[in-house]
């Protein structure tokens, strides 16, 4: 009897999605990467190594590959059932607390994008927020950040499993390649879908909770790290030199280290605006300045740095910016009049002008993550607290505005290893380092967490209203004695959960679409 023959694959969903990956990526090594990936997986699959590996493969190029190592490690950990339960209701809140700011940015999101379409289409690649794909998330740092948090979620989720006695079949990775793409904890589903649904709930929350978590606990670590730098060369730098003032008659240049005036040491903003207070406008002053000039390749590298005095004669602030207010002529003389009074920039205050902006220590590639510490050794505890839980908001955008990296690189290049412990034995390159990977995890956590909570399926957030509205309308059921039966609540729930998922779909999608319109 002839052996029965293989189904043929068809060769046309495969050059559809690499023509899609190409689109995505505009790279036509990624594709081929890609492609060698997935005929290799099939090859894989079709000879039994797949099923010797314990590896399934999901949607085409995404290998699913289970371990049962760490169990043990689970159930130790897990064994103080009371102590998770307890968590697993606290992240029940935090998780619903988060949920609703994420509901509101993305109706923000999507009121904008309707009201103010974007001017220019958002990049496809830019969507995904993948390592190395994405223009402003570099590989090395995110990928590893990526790593750590994927699986700090699902082991949270493990975790809560095995508090509320359900088995966990295995622990695996997601990969694409050798890119994680997640994890997985992979409990027995029977188990968990009969189980209470606030025990449920705990389950879900437990994975985007753990990573709100590690934010803010990498953000400290971020904070004490960042104070662990000084500057190689005290003194102030200008991120601009503005037309036609002394500053640029005199040829300073950005981002040069002024490190003296008149022969005074003006190490830090607050003494260098100390002495300026002591001229008067048209006053001429000598400034000593330090030229660095760095490698095109790498900005670490130091080289050719030199000296020089500059004189400066200062301007007028209050005429410079009626001036400027003068050849505009869409500004309105008298309103701008107004607003330098309210300031004390009056027609006879003599405020001497030097023409910069962006005057800033040496220190300022890093000096707003250490202010969550300095305040508290200043005993603001409040604004310790404020600065952090914003701190997250305020990062989202670092890498977006600058290309990728974590901090201007002309002004990493000013800082150096303090005379701390972990500073003195890993020094100035070591810093960097932790500084980076600790910012890219404090990132990384920040948006899995957050954007888990969407309240959609397939994610977390989607399953916790799933649950939710399901508890919520027994609850109501049982406090009025309406009589619904059970069956009925299931099918609203279901309904409800369903419906939330395509409105928040369409909201998600929408800005994407206007941009292109």
């Known amino acids: 009897m002839r052996e029965q023959e293989?189904?043929?694959?068809g060769i046309l969903l495969p050059l559809i999605f690499l023509f899609l990956i190409y689109e995505i990526s505009n790279s036509i090594i990624v594709v081929t990467v890609i492609g060698i990936w997935y005929f290799g997986l099939i090859m894989l699959e079709e000879n039994g190594v797949?099923?010797?590996?314990?590896?399934?493969?999901?949607?085409?190029?995404?290998?699913?590959?289970?371990?049962?190592?760490g169990q043990k490690i689970l159930d130790k950990v897990s064994s103080n059932r009371k102590f998770w339960r307890?968590?697993?209701?606290?992240?029940?809140?935090?998780?619903?607390?988060?949920?609703?700011?994420?509901?509101?940015?993305?109706?923000?999101?999507?009121?904008?994008?309707?009201?103010?379409?974007?001017?220019?289409?958002?990049p496809a690649q830019d969507l995904l927020l993948i390592p190395g794909v994405t223009s402003f998330v570099p590989f090395w740092w995110p990928v590893l950040a990526l790593i750590v948090a994927i699986i700090i979620h699902e082991y949270s989720h493990?975790?809560?499993?095995?508090?509320?006695?359900?088995?966990?079949?295995?622990?695996?990775?997601?990969l694409v390649g050798p890119l994680p793409m997640g994890a997985f904890a992979e409990p027995e589903q029977e188990e968990m879908y009969r189980a209470p649904r606030r025990d449920r709930m705990r389950l879900f929350a437990a994975g985007p909770s753990i990573n709100l978590i590690a934010t803010y606990i990498v953000i400290i670590l971020l904070s004490s790290t960042a104070n662990g730098f000084v500057a190689t060369n005290p003194g102030v730098h200008a991120v601009e030199i503005i037309e036609d003032t002394g500053a640029k008659e005199s040829g300073l240049l950005p981002y040069e280290i002024i490190t003296h005036m008149n022969g005074v040491p003006v190490p830090e903003y607050e003494i260098f605006s100390e002495e300026m207070d002591r001229f008067q406008p048209?006053?001429?002053?000598?400034?000593?300045?330090?030229?660095?000039?760095?490698?095109?390749?790498?900005?670490?590298?130091?080289?050719?740095?030199?000296?020089?005095?500059?004189?400066?004669?200062?301007?007028?602030?209050?005429?410079?910016?009626?001036?400027?207010?003068e050849q505009d002529e869409s500004c309105n003389l008298e309103e701008t009049k107004k607003y330098l009074e309210d300031i004390g920039v009056g027609p006879d205050s003599n405020i001497p002008f030097l023409g910069v902006s962006g005057l800033n220590d040496g220190e300022a590639g890093v000096s707003s993550y250490g202010s969550i510490l300095n305040a508290i050794n200043d005993n603001n505890i409040l604004g310790a607290i404020v600065i952090t839980a914003i701190m997250p908001l305020l990062m989202l955008g670092v890498p977006i505005a600058g290309d990728g990296q974590v901090m201007n690189l002309r002004e990493q290049a000013m800082l150096s290893a303090g005379d701390g412990v972990i500073a003195s034995v890993i020094g100035t390159s070591g810093m960097i380092m932790l500084f980076t990977f600790l910012f890219w995890l404090a990132w990384i956590n920040f948006l899995l967490g957050f954007a888990n909570l969407i309240p959609m399926i397939p994610f977390d957030g989607g399953h916790i209203v799933k649950d939710g509205v399901h508890s919520s309308l027994s609850f109501f059921n049982e406090i009025f004695n309406r009589g619904i039966h059970p069956i009925k609540i299931e099918s609203w729930a279901n309904k409800i959960s369903n419906n939330s998922s395509f409105i928040f779909l369409f909201i998600l999608i929408i800005p994407v679409i206007m941009s292109y319109l």
């Open 50 to 69: 797949l099923d010797k590996w314990d590896a399934t493969r999901v949607l085409g190029i995404i290998l699913m590959l289970r371990t049962r190592q």
């Open 282 to 325: 048209g006053d001429e002053i000598t400034l000593t300045v330090l030229s660095g000039k760095w490698s095109a390749a790498d900005f670490d590298q130091k080289t050719e740095q030199s000296q020089r005095d500059i004189d400066v004669t200062l301007m007028d602030r209050y005429d410079w910016y009626m001036g400027l207010c």
């Open 86 to 122: 307890i968590y697993g209701e606290f992240s029940i809140w935090i998780c619903l607390f988060v949920m609703s700011g994420v509901i509101l940015l993305l109706l923000f999101s999507f009121g904008s994008s309707v009201t103010s379409p974007p001017r220019d289409p958002i």
């Open 158 to 174: 493990g975790i809560q499993a095995r508090a509320h006695g359900m088995k966990i079949r295995s622990f695996g990775l997601l």
């Open 6 to 9: 293989r189904p043929r694959r």
